[in-house]
């Protein structure tokens, strides 16, 4: 009895041990060498645009549990400068963040803790020379669209370019992997006039495909003009383009599995994925009443059943958000939270508004800078 006793006890004591150790394990530890400030584990950083030639961009911190102060420009607290002109795109990829500054055209990577661990300028690079745009990340990699039609192959680790392909195109715009795949939107491009001594915008119609294991361009697909934001989410591209000549932006998705064809779902200015679903917003602006006044009209697409749903995905969500100017959405892919972050341009910082997966209002805060344009989550 006294031998069962004991042995009991140990397989008590052996499965507590083994449950810390699971704990552990699912909750790894960030890097945070070099950090200036305690930061607790859940993080959210937001990536502000600012002001075009204003040297303004930066990157703010957010307790998603409330747990820590919010930092408005953890970037400059951390590495005792400004992030630069025009920040352009942020990802998340193998517990760092990388960021593209377009006016200032380089790529940084930083730690959990929006420490600086390198960084890679493009000005001397006549290839690249023109600016990098928005990213995204594989086996190692990150993959960078830039103006001037080229897409660049950069090793995550170093920031080394270690291969760049021209597509044929013109000013290179969203990206997005789907499989061995990659994605990326041929937007516009200027063609000098004669006759009126001045560039004029020429809208493309490119998407195109490229194989990732041999890096070259396999397919070139035919879109609505002036293709820009483009997602991945279940195995499908959603893309987003800036048609000035229809009532709003046209919602299209591109169908890896049905030899990549091209099927308009609607109407959106602005989205994001994530819980099997697509956050869209249709936004649209009367001119012809001073002050101008926007109209946001939210709805979703859920991409298993393939169904639009016309009505809100937002509930009891602050009234101003109706006419508010949606700069960019996105989804903590941990939680299922919706952030919605709205520009006041110049006029002052932008704001964010966070909703729970069902659209549950939660709470509105400052985002720390001008012109929200991304954020990044570690929990």
Known sequence: MKVNKFLSWCLVLALGFASVACSDDDEPEWNDNGSKVELPYNRMFILN???FNQNNAGISFFAPKNDAASISDIFYQQNGMRLGDTGQSMIEYRDNIYVAVYGSNYLAKLNAACVEITRKSFVSDSDLSAGIRYMTA???YIYASFYGGIVAKINANTLDVEAKLQTGGANLEGIAIEGNNLYVANSYEKVYNPETDKNVYNYLTDVFVIDLRSFTKKETLTVVKNPNQLVEE???????????????????MIDPKANNSVKELGYATNMAAG???LYLVDSRTDYSSKPYVTTNTFSSYDIKSGR???????KNAPAELTNASVYMMTVDDETGDIYIGVTHYSDSNGDMYRFKKDGTFVEKFDCGGQNP???VFFD
């Open 275 to 277: 819980n099997d679903m």
């Open 308 to 314: 639009l749903n016309q009505t809100s995905f937002l």
């Open 138 to 140: 594989k086996d190692g």
């Open 49 to 51: 645009e600012g002001s």
């Open 373 to 375: 344009k991304a954020a």
């Open 234 to 252: 279940e195995d499908k591209l959603f893309l987003i383009s800036w048609d000035y000549s229809r009532e709003s932006y046209v919602l299209q």
